[in-house]
């Protein structure tokens, strides 16, 4: 399991802004799992105050409102990065199983690893009717030559038996014979290979 990342997904609105610190103010407060809030949850809550007076001197149409706004805004979520910090440190001490409910205590969010693995070999329909699209790992399309399915010839990657392929990805796709996946002239038992090539990716 990989590490829990915390996030903090704040919104572009002010309000919303205020909103989600607050609920981080509340979450943390008395929590033993994080006895020890960095920044002071009393300084988040100040600057939680005075933003909320700025928004209103907006509404008031105070000169120079947005700048003292803007700026008690930047302080707020300079406050809840610091915040997020000291809670991915805590987190990353816990273990895997506890780190997602420790963040949610945290009022904070978790963003999943994301695990991309392309499969050793897959099969999709073709752009063309009754034709199919191979795509191989490099050590796949090296497994299937040493096993005598496929040849390398000029950097190109051949079929020589459709029979053993076709076994072998059946349960992969549906209803197209291998049989008609070629682009060279007559069948490929009568070539002893087709010119279908592979897509090799690490």
């Known amino acids: 399991m990989g590490r829990s990342i915390v ?8 309000g919303d802004v205020l909103s989600f610190a607050q609920n981080v103010v509340t ?6 799992s994080f006895p020890d809030p960095t920044p ?11 933003l909320m007076q700025a ?18 805004l930047a302080v707020v979520r300079t406050d809840l990065e610091s915040l997020r910090a000291y809670v991915q440190a805590v987190v990353d001490e816990a273990s895997p199983t ?10 904070l969010a978790l963003r999943r690893p994301r695990v991309l ?29 040493s096993a ?24 992969l796709w549906e209803g197209i014979a291998l049989s008609q996946c070629w682009s060279g002239g007559g069948s490929p038992e009568e070539e002893g290979s087709t010119s279908m090539d592979l897509d090799e990716h690490g």
């Open 27 to 32: 979450s943390l407060t008395n929590n033993p």
């Open 40 to 50: 002071p949850l009393a300084k988040l809550q100040t600057d939680i105050t005075a």
């Open 148 to 171: 005598g399915v496929v040849f390398v010839h000029a950097g190109r990657t051949r079929l020589v038996s459709v029979a053993e392929l076709e076994r072998k990805l059946q349960p």
């Open 98 to 107: 506890e780190s997602e409910a420790l963040i949610e205590k945290a009022g």
């Open 7 to 14: 996030v903090l997904k704040l919104s572009r609105k002010v």
């Open 55 to 72: 928004e209103s001197a907006i509404l008031s149409r105070t000169k120079g409102a947005f700048e003292a706004r803007n700026a008690r």
């Open 117 to 145: 693995d392309k499969p050793a070999l897959a099969a999709t329909r073709g752009d063309v009717s009754g034709t199919v699209r191979l795509t191989a790992k490099a050590v796949a399309s090296r497994v299937l030559e």
